[in-house]
């Protein structure tokens, strides 16, 4: 069965350090999101991602953050200065319709540890 | 965005049925309710959606309340590896894209 993947499976990072957090999504899909979850909380959206441009993002979002599609199978979160707060694990998913029927299929995730 | 409102937690034994309950008393007509869980350090995983019928899949029956303000995610013989925390999540028509995540009902299955 196709499956989300994402490397690293943990990172860390020293505070003001830029991270790319990388998504492989399954292939014939063409919605992609990044979740987070800071240990012990909720899955919060982040962003999602449609056509090579960003459809929605939450207020977490901000100009610290970035996202990319640079090929055709990778989709990259970047975080340019990492701080504290920014350690949670990170969840890509995908979907293929992208409508409020639509299938999510999460990752297994990256733990991002900033020290 | 429409509220869902859980349990905490909820307990069951292995092999038994388990009822798992949500509100959604805001939903608007157009609103899918979808379930996803959470194993213990995984990615959230799909379950089941609907919108007014009730749905059966591999894994489990959704059944959608009449008026739609609430609906029952039902585990037909729980086991130990359904141990997860359970979300209900409204997917709204113009905001189809994202998922809002509550804090979810988390589910203990007793051998």
């Known amino acids: 069965e196709p499956e989300v993947t994402q490397t690293p499976s943990h990172q860390v990072t020293q505070m003001g350090q830029e991270v790319i957090l990388r998504c492989v999504p399954i292939?014939?899909?063409?919605?992609f999101y990044w979740y987070r979850q800071i240990l012990g909380q909720k899955v919060e959206f982040l962003v999602s991602?449609?056509?090579?441009?960003?459809?929605?993002k939450s207020e977490i979002f901000d100009d610290q953050f970035s996202v990319e599609r640079p090929d055709g199978s990778n989709f990259t979160l970047k975080i340019r200065s990492t701080k504290l707060e920014d350690s949670a694990m990170y969840f890509c998913a995908s979907s293929d319709l992208g409508g409020s029927t639509d299938t999510q299929y999460f990752g297994p995730g990256t733990r991002l540890t900033v020290l | 965005d429409a509220k869902t409102t859980q349990p905490n937690s909820m307990e069951s034994n292995e092999e038994e049925p388990v009822h798992l309950p949500c509100n959604h008393s805001t939903i608007s007509g157009t609103d899918y309710i979808h379930w996803y869980r959470q194993l213990p350090s995984q990615g959230p995983e799909y379950v089941i959606h609907?919108?007014?019928s009730n749905v059966n899949n591999r894994m489990a029956s959704l059944a959608i309340a009449e008026d739609r303000k609430s609906s029952t995610l039902i585990l037909h013989r729980a086991t130990l590896r359904d141990a997860a925390v359970y979300y209900c999540?409204?997917?709204?028509?113009?905001?189809?894209?994202?998922?809002?995540f509550g804090d979810g009902t988390t589910l203990t299955v007793k051998p």
């Open positions: 991602f449609y056509n090579n441009e960003i459809s929605e």
């Open positions: 292939s014939n899909h063409l919605y």
């Open positions: 999540i409204l997917r709204e028509f113009l905001n189809a894209g994202k998922s809002t």
């Open positions: 609907g919108l007014t």
